[in-house]
């Protein structure tokens, strides 16, 4: 890996290519979510017993998201339009991206995959977690992408002799 975080062989002909790192915003509303969850719990109507034992459920579920690796350590887009990932032992992976399930927001982005065995795995970025740069081109691409994509839709829509 260089010092502008391309892979060899992988990185070089890459449109856009993300190394998410540890987030500190992720780790934050994982816990935020756990405690508004619990403090929901606690307010519901259910016997003391359910309370418990569903407490302990919510705090073995935080402690392991916590611990949890991302399967994924960087996000390619290449300049042909091919999304590709680099799993956790290294190996690069083929990707169809669901533009419908993604999404992006200042805060952070949401991208959904489909692996070719047919599992669905998502990535999240945090800006802090990634280069600022490179979230700025993915955020820009995906508009464009999600313009087109609506350019299409309401074409087809009122061309009814188009596709099927």
Request: aromatic share 8%.
């Amino acid at each position: 890996m260089n010092q502008h975080g391309s892979a060899r062989g992988r990185g070089d002909g890459a449109l856009i290519l993300l190394l998410p790192q540890d987030s500190p915003a992720l780790r934050l509303s994982l816990v935020l979510a756990h405690a508004l969850l619990l403090a929901a719990l606690w307010l519901a109507a259910l016997p003391w017993a359910v309370q418990a034992a569903l407490s302990f459920v919510l705090c073995v579920s935080c402690a392991l998201a916590w611990k949890r690796k991302p399967a994924v350590r960087a996000v390619q887009w290449g300049v042909d339009g091919r999304w590709q990932l680099q799993r956790l032992n290294g190996g690069w992976q083929d990707a169809h991206f669901n533009l419908s399930a993604s999404r992006a927001w200042p805060w952070w982005v949401h991208l959904a995959f489909r692996l070719d065995d047919g599992r669905r795995i998502g990535v999240t970025l945090f800006p802090a977690a990634v280069d600022v740069e490179a979230l700025r081109r993915l955020r820009a691409r995906l508009r464009v992408e999600a313009a087109a994509l609506s350019t299409a839709d309401r074409r087809a829509a009122h061309n009814p002799d188009a596709g099927g």
